[in-house]
């Protein structure tokens, strides 16, 4: 019976996503079928499981900056217990947790090109046919390994301004451990962040007022996501400028203000005073850095 009313509240959480997200014509869905790169980037080593095992928490598909189409899922590989004498039931390091996005490829490509995380002595000199691919940058060949079927399209493809912004970005909080794939005319990005982001995990709701606050901040992040990812897609052989990474930023902005204003006018169907689970109260630890100050006045 608990685990029954445990499920219904988080249900609850999932509607109050997707209506607030329907708002902006984002379409969101939990649980969700796996992203097409998933298992191409399982088979390279790129994103790892012990349990050999994924869920797909949920995924939110849309239009973003420029009339761009993207798609994010939230990725956890399957959790497994170990029992021991000594320590009991723990759990292990399950692999993969983060999320993926799929972006389209402006630049037209036939091969296969990845840029995985530098395992140092232990890089594979091919994966799957694919030949390692070397760079003149120091900085870019300490953090990324590439491999391509291709060597003159990955140097096209992976240029002196995307090796700049691919290292700033694996700089940033939720950009350690990108891993990209280059796959079908479209752009395959991984992110393994642990639990410091999560848009679609099935959580006990606060009262509704803190519920709203929960889910806007979860948009905020998205947005800031989507931002920053499509900044480093959309400058992939150009040079960017300020004036089109300001636009994407208003835009995403204005997105982020449009799902306020939705989840400003909800009213509670019921009885949302479920409390937080101990230790939960306080919810500013949901809140993006950048996005402090920003939301609690619009909601």
Known sequence: ??????????????????????SINWN????????DALNPMRAWRMLTSRSGLFRCNGALTGTGYNDQAFGIVDVTAKEIERTTLQEGTTIMNPGFQGVMVSLPHPVTFQGRTII??????????????MKRVGFASSQFEEIFEVYSDDQVEARALITPD?????????????????QCSFLGRQIHIALDIDQSFQFS?????????????????????????????????STVGRQGSGGADNARKSFYLARLEDLAARVKSLRPDGDWSFGMPAGMEDDHHMFCDSLKGLLYPRV
Do not use: W
Not at 162 to 178: A, D, T
């Open 1 to 22: 019976m608990l685990a029954q009313q445990t499920h219904q509240k988080s249900h609850f959480v999932h509607g109050l996503r997707h209506d607030v997200y329907e």
């Open 28 to 35: 969101y869905c939990s649980p969700s079928l796996p992203p």
């Open 116 to 129: 995985a995380t530098d395992k140092g002595a232990f890089n594979p000199t091919t994966i799957d046919l």
């Open 162 to 178: 995307l090796m700049e912004r691919l290292i700033k970005f694996s700089q940033e909080v939720l950009g350690h451990r990108i």
């Open 201 to 233: 995990h099935d959580i006990i709701p606060p009262a509704f007022d803190k519920a709203k606050n929960v889910v806007i901040a979860e948009a905020g992040t998205v947005c800031i996501l989507l931002e920053k990812l499509q900044a480093l897609q």
